[in-house]
């Protein structure tokens, strides 16, 4: 199973972006899938995560900017990214909970993708 990330790049302060990470390999399942960044001398943390039913939870410091969705036919999340703030700046990780069809059930990340919003 292997998750493929794209969609980052640069934007300007109040600009957009939009991350997509698709899921693939031997899947049966995909469940909860989400997205974490990693800041410059940060630890890793949560932005959002939407459930295989359409769920989702949103960190408050980007809650109103960000949206969350997936293709449950394509095993992809996506991240719509509004009104971009140069905090938002850091490498954008997917994650998603597989069942696979060995019927083994893992965690999985993606490569990130770098976001980088200048004021």
């Known amino acids: 199973v292997q998750l493929q990330a794209s969609g980052g790049g640069l934007a300007h302060a109040g600009g957009s972006l939009r991350l997509s990470c698709a899921a693939s390999?031997?899947?049966?399942?995909?469940?909860?899938m989400g997205w974490y960044r990693q800041a410059p001398g940060n630890l890793r943390e949560l932005v959002a995560t939407?459930?295989?039913?359409?769920?989702?939870n949103i960190v408050d410091s980007v809650k109103g900017r960000f949206t969350i969705s997936r293709d449950n036919a394509k095993n992809t999340v996506y991240l719509q990214m509004n009104g971009l703030k140069p905090e938002d700046t850091a490498v954008y990780y997917c994650?998603?909970?597989?069942?696979?069809?060995?019927?083994?059930?893992?965690?999985?990340w993606g490569q990130g993708t770098e976001v980088t919003v200048s004021s």
């Open positions: 939407i459930t295989k039913t359409g769920n989702t």
């Open positions: 390999g031997s899947i049966f399942s995909v469940n909860t």
């Open positions: 994650n998603a909970n597989v069942l696979a069809r060995s019927w083994r059930s893992a965690e999985y």
